[in-house]
C-alpha cells in the first residue's frame, strides 16, 4: 500500500527566503504527482501536476520535481511572500486513487 | 461561475442521527469524489464515482453512503454507524473516469461535529 510521507511538519521563514518541501513515497508504480495548496478552513487548490515521465513542472515563483526512483518529490518557492502562508500536500495518483501525505504547514512571517 | 459548491459549511449530528451532505458541480465533470480530512492529516477517500449510478468505495466508507442520481450532484450521508463523523469533508471532481491522471477540483469543505 502506498504511504506518502511529507516533513517537515510545518515550516516558519522570513519572507523572501527559498524554500523547498519534500514529499517522500513508498511505491514508485504512479501515474502522476500533484502539490496542493490549503488555506485554514477551504478547499485545496492543485498547484501543479507532473505526470510520471516527467521530471519537473514550474509555475511562476513554484517548481515542482519528481524522483521515482528514489520515491522523492520536491516543492521549490522562491522568495517566499506572507500571502504563500498556507498547509501544501503532495498526492500521488496511481489505479483510481489519489494518495496524500499529511502536508506541511508553511508560515512566512513579514 | 462555475465550480464545486459543498453545503452547509457547518453540520452539528446528534448521536444516532444520519446526516447529509450536498456537493454539486456545474464543470460537467463525469467524475466525482468524497475525502475526509482530520486534524494535522492529509485526506482519506470515502466513496467515488466513475459515472452517473455507479459508485466504489475508498479506504474508509464504513458508516458512509453515497448515491449519484444526477451528474452533478453526489450527496455524501454519514450515518449514525459512524462512531468518529467530526471531520472535515471535501467533494472534489475531474474531468473523466481514470482519476488518477486527471486534476481533481475541490469544494471548499464541510465541518461537521457531533453535539
Known amino acids: 500500500k502506498q504511504e506518502v510521507t511529507q516533513i517537515p511538519a510545518a515550516l516558519s521563514v522570513p519572507e523572501g527566503e527559498n524554500l523547498v518541501l519534500n514529499c517522500s513515497f513508498t511505491?514508485?508504480?504512479?501515474?502522476?504527482l500533484q502539490w496542493f495548496r490549503q488555506d485554514p478552513g477551504k478547499g485545496l487548490t492543485s498547484l501543479l501536476l507532473i505526470q510520471s515521465s516527467q521530471r519537473e513542472q514550474t509555475s511562476g515563483r513554484l517548481n515542482a520535481s519528481l524522483d521515482k526512483s528514489s520515491g522523492r518529490s520536491t516543492l521549490y518557492i522562491a522568495a517566499s511572500q506572507p500571502g504563500d502562508s498556507a498547509t501544501y500536500l503532495c498526492a500521488l495518483g496511481a489505479g483510481n486513487m489519489l494518495t496524500f501525505g499529511g502536508g506541511t504547514r508553511l508560515m512566512v512571517k513579514p | 461561475d462555475g465550480g464545486i459548491t459543498q453545503s452547509p459549511k457547518y453540520l452539528f449530528r446528534k448521536e444516532g442521527q444520519n446526516v447529509t451532505l450536498s456537493c454539486e458541480q456545474n464543470l460537467n465533470h463525469d467524475a466525482m469524489y468524497w475525502y475526509r480530512q482530520d486534524p494535522g492529516q492529509g485526506l482519506r477517500l470515502i466513496y467515488y464515482?466513475?459515472?452517473?449510478?455507479?459508485?466504489q468505495k475508498g479506504d474508509i466508507a464504513e458508516g458512509y453512503s453515497v448515491s449519484r442520481e444526477k451528474k452533478e450532484s453526489f450527496p455524501l450521508t454519514v450515518t449514525s454507524a459512524q462512531k468518529n463523523p467530526t471531520a472535515f469533508y471535501l467533494c472534489?471532481?475531474?474531468?473523466?473516469?481514470?482519476?488518477?491522471?486527471?486534476?481533481?477540483?475541490f469544494g471548499a469543505g464541510t465541518r461537521l461535529s457531533v453535539l
Open positions: 464515482s466513475q459515472i452517473v449510478n455507479d459508485f
Open positions: 472534489a471532481s475531474s474531468i473523466s473516469a481514470g482519476l488518477a491522471k486527471n486534476i481533481q477540483y
Open positions: 511505491d514508485s508504480a504512479i501515474y502522476n
